[in-house]
């Protein structure tokens, strides 16, 4: 059972548009949400992260919005660029310190064109 | 910065061969995890160490073992290998904290043929 539910699969937008990526979550213990974003062959590389007092967080053109009661939270990437394009993973944490747990949700495989 | 370094980043096995992946850890960093991504899968966690003690398991299975040495380090070993164990596996260090942010290598590719 995906602890952290992702959507869409995949998206397609045009450069200069925003992407929207969604993530939902039941787990009430989940304390601290990263997105990773993954080019082909390498490793997921930590993004941009919130933790759960915040509702929203931005740096960059890389916006993340948190929504506590709805268990609910979103990356947009503003201004969508061709090297954007890569698959992101949402992610929640449970646990303390180094016993902590990280569920991944299942991935959107972003495509920018040109 | 340093980086998360996995070793090797390609390995061809054959069937009921063993394989040995080896993670070299952030400096000063504690904590390392290992996960296993297929093609087009979410990274599915195996097992986590901390301070060279086993601080959590997922689904890991029983021909797999991992340790961390005392530098840090830590070894996934594979044993009696099958088609299926054919994935992307991916070390992540961290450290202890409020964050504990995982921090990933770039993956090791095996291939069971």
């Known amino acids: 059972q995906q602890q952290v539910k992702q959507s869409p699969q995949s998206l397609i937008v045009q450069k200069g548009g925003i992407s929207i990526i969604n993530c939902a979550y039941e787990n009430t213990a989940f304390d601290y949400f990263p997105w990773y974003q993954q080019f082909p062959g390498k490793g997921p590389a930590l993004l941009i992260a919130?933790?759960?007092?915040?509702s929203e967080k931005k740096e960059g053109r890389f916006t993340i919005s948190f929504n506590k009661s709805a268990k609910q939270f979103s990356l947009h990437i503003m201004d969508s660029q061709p090297g954007d394009s890569a698959t992101y993973f949402c992610?929640?944490?449970?646990?303390?310190?180094?016993?902590?747990?990280?569920?991944f949700g299942s991935g959107t495989k972003l495509n920018v064109k040109p | 910065a340093a980086g998360v370094i996995q070793s090797p980043r390609h390995l061809i096995k054959e069937k009921r061969e063993t394989a040995t992946l080896k993670c070299y850890p952030i400096p000063r960093h504690d904590t390392v995890y290992w996960y296993q991504q297929g093609p087009g899968q979410d990274p599915q966690f195996l097992i986590s160490?901390?301070?060279?003690?086993?601080?959590d398991k997922g689904s890991i299975p029983d021909r797999f073992s991992a340790q961390q040495f005392s530098d840090y380090h830590s070894e996934l070993n594979m044993s009696s290998l099958e088609l299926g164990d054919s994935a992307l596996y991916f070390c992540a260090s961290a450290s202890q904290g409020a964050e504990n942010i995982q921090y990933f290598g770039a993956g090791t590719r095996l291939s069971v043929l």
């Open positions: 919130i933790r759960p007092d915040v």
């Open positions: 992610a929640a944490r449970t646990g303390a310190y180094n016993f902590n747990k990280f569920y």
């Open positions: 160490f901390y301070e060279k003690m086993q601080s």
